[in-house]
């Protein structure tokens, strides 16, 4: 009886324990995972009861009215212990010192071309035969929309016109093709039997060519908007967020570029109907840049030629996350041709991200010409680079479906990273740190 009253005690002092012992709970009492800083500028942390950060020495470096300020003056990092009661280890702070980076905003308007590892299957139809009958080579092969061909027959497939050709090759000399494919995470072969039928080309005539019962994606992604590049080193960033294919995937890119693109129409966003920009690319065989990385946060690569910009005759000082302030910022985007325009908006709230994430800030478009043109955030804006103070903060992401004044932005810091603009691998920072009385 006395040991189940025991445990009847134990067991939420245990809980409660665990509760505070989690690595999440200091980051939800405003304790960060890790913080960025430029050389010589400071950063004030207030740290609540019942937890304390201890320096590499041992020593609690918390003042009596909870605060923590350091200064930080040389390129490097720092690791300082969060300790629950003082005593127990709970999870590391890391303060990182990091070199001031300065770069060019974007707002330029660009096509963007991929080849993807695959080619994605977006419909399975029915193939009419010379014999006028039906038939349904792909479902047959138990081939299913979604699923990405890898290869027909021994051969990698990256552009749609690849997979006519190989069937026609193939189809006189073998009663069925194999064909790989990936499914989900699977890598499946299926062995699809062409049907001979008739089809009618670009003249009007008809020819025998072989089908198999399937639609392909367009690898093209569209358009959308330069968010930054570094002039010493030549790499950009854009979009904000990753290319998907029609299915919500994200798209693994072999080889891409980008090209300028015109914006010549505006399809106005509503609530429920996401706008967007409508545009063409102005020469495909004259490329921008290339693309080397599809990521959560946009995509990455080199500039081939130079870009002018009207309003910044110089890079400007690109700005960390917590320096971040709710308030009024500018976008640059094209809304008419190839020529960048600066418009109002509001950022209405800065969320606090314990790991990189594309929906950082909360912003709100302003600006009255802007709303009359688009309503709003449109498709193809996203990539559009933030300015606040004089500094690059961040990118459109993505529009709110009811309401598109509003939309998210992720933060620069993430972008700079993802574009291998910043060193995290520096040596041990020597970190002034004084508490506030």
């Known amino acids: 009886m006395k040991r189940g009253l025991i445990w009847y005690f134990l067991v939420p002092v245990i809980l409660i324990i665990g509760i505070f012992v989690t690595p999440a709970l200091p980051y939800w009492a405003g304790i960060p995972g890790q913080v960025r800083l430029y050389p010589g500028t400071d950063y004030s942390l207030y740290v609540q009861l019942p937890f304390s950060l201890v320096d590499a020495n041992g020593v609690n470096v918390v003042g009596e009215k909870r605060n923590f300020l350091f200064n930080s003056e040389e390129i490097g990092k720092q690791y300082f212990q969060v300790r629950l009661f003082g005593i127990i280890p709970v999870k590391e702070m890391v303060v990182d010192v990091v070199p001031q980076v300065y770069l060019f905003p974007g707002g330029q308007s660009i096509g963007v071309l991929v080849n993807s590892l695959g080619l994605v299957i977006s419909r399975v139809v029915p193939v009419r035969g010379l014999d006028g009958k039906e038939y349904f080579p792909a479902a047959s092969a138990g081939i299913q929309a979604g699923d990405v061909i890898l290869k027909i027959g021994n051969q990698q497939v990256s552009r749609p016109g690849q997979v006519g050709m190989l069937i026609n090759q193939l189809a006189p000399n073998f009663d069925t093709i194999p064909i790989l494919i990936r499914r989900n995470e699977q890598i499946l072969e299926r062995h699809i039997k062409p049907v001979l039928s008739l089809q009618e080309d670009y003249t009007g005539k008809q020819r025998e060519v072989y089908l198999v019962g399937f639609f392909l994606e367009d690898p093209a992604a569209g358009v959308g908007t330069l968010t930054f590049y570094d002039p010493e080193t030549g790499r950009y960033g854009a979009l904000g967020h990753t290319i998907t294919d029609g299915f919500g995937r994200d798209l693994e890119i072999s080889q891409g570029s980008i090209v300028q693109a015109s914006i010549n129409s505006i399809k106005q966003g509503l609530k429920g109907l996401p706008g967007e920009k409508l545009g063409v690319f102005q020469s495909d ?60 908006i509001e950022i209405t709230r800065v969320i606090a991200q314990p790991e990189p994430d594309d929906k950082g800030l909360i912003i709100r478009v302003t600006d009255p010409r802007l709303l009359s043109i688009t309503g709003g955030i ?25 309401n598109p004044v509003m939309g998210y932005g992720s933060f620069i810091e993430w972008m700079i990273y993802e574009a291998g603009l910043a060193d995290e691998q520096q040596s041990l920072a020597v970190v002034e740190w004084k508490q506030a009385i």
């Open 378 to 402: 449109v498709q193809g804006m996203s990539g559009s680079p933030i300015v606040q103070n004089n500094k690059l903060i961040g990118a459109v992401t993505h529009v709110f479906i009811n």
């Open 285 to 344: 065989d004259q490329i921008l840049g290339t693309i080397d990385k599809n990521t959560k946060f946009g995509i990455f690569g080199n500039l081939q030629r130079t870009i002018k910009h009207e309003y910044f005759p110089q890079p400007i000082a690109v700005a960390l996350s917590h320096e971040v302030q709710v308030g009024p910022a500018k976008i640059y985007t094209v809304i008419n041709g190839d020529q960048v325009e600066e418009f109002d």
